[in-house]
């Protein structure tokens, strides 16, 4: 008999997981960059609101879309911050190591 609890996650769902988890640091580091205070505050609801919206989600396919979206929009923000000149080299170096996987 296993001693893992029911709500115990595949090796699959766990990996998943930590690119979802991984790709949420990169956006509110990238956030951090934005320079008016306004503009970063709601793009941290954004962020937010996005991620909750599809906490529940189980789906592979689906969070795997989902990602793909997100760093579509990471991406933009971070061409965004960088056509400004905002942008550090951290931030040019995480969006190539953010991509998605494709199943």
């Known amino acids: 008999?296993?001693?893992?609890?029911k709500s115990a996650l595949s090796l699959k769902q766990f990996?998943?997981?930590?690119?979802?988890?991984?790709?949420?640091?990169?956006?509110?580091?990238t956030i951090r960059q934005v320079p008016d205070e306004?503009?970063?505050?709601e793009?941290?609801?954004?962020?937010?609101?996005?991620?909750?919206?599809?906490?529940h989600q189980t789906e592979e396919l689906a969070i795997k879309?989902?990602?793909q979206t997100a760093n579509r929009s990471l991406k933009e923000l971070q061409t965004s911050l960088g056509?400004?000149?905002i942008a550090s080299?951290?931030?040019?170096?995480?969006?190539s190591k953010?991509?998605?996987?494709?199943?």
Do not use: H
């Open 15 to 29: 990996m998943l997981r930590q690119e979802v988890l991984k790709l949420y640091r990169t956006i509110f580091r």
């Open 38 to 41: 306004a503009s970063r505050e």
């Open 43 to 55: 793009l941290r609801q954004w962020a937010r609101a996005d991620f909750r919206a599809n906490r």
């Open 83 to 85: 056509l400004s000149g």
């Open 98 to 103: 953010s991509g998605c996987k494709s199943a």
């Open 89 to 95: 080299t951290t931030a040019a170096s995480s969006s």
């Open 1 to 5: 008999m296993s001693k893992l609890p």
């Open 65 to 67: 879309m989902l990602m």
